[in-house]
């Protein structure tokens, strides 16, 4: 069984890279990773949506409402990221 897992990674330098916080059976839409951002497509604006769309795809992503860096992931049962 897999899993995708949003990770956060505070902009510290002793900070983990895998504080789950949150996660999906099924790769979450990009309108719903958005909502899950504080970022709902229907009010971004294009930074925001750049950020999102690049978080989706897989890429490490800081978002300055916290100032850490976010991704998301596929883990499979049993495997730490």
Do not use: H
């Amino acid at each position: 069984m897999k899993i995708w897992c949003l990770f956060s990674i505070a902009n510290n330098y002793d900070q983990p890279r895998n504080n789950l916080v949150r996660w999906w059976s099924a790769k979450p839409t990009i309108e719903e990773l958005a909502r899950v951002m504080g970022s709902p497509l229907g009010k971004a604006d294009d930074e925001e949506v750049v950020r999102v769309l690049s978080l989706w795809k897989g890429q490490e992503v800081r978002f300055p409402f916290d100032d850490s860096d976010y991704r998301i992931q596929e883990v499979a049962e049993g495997d730490a990221p």
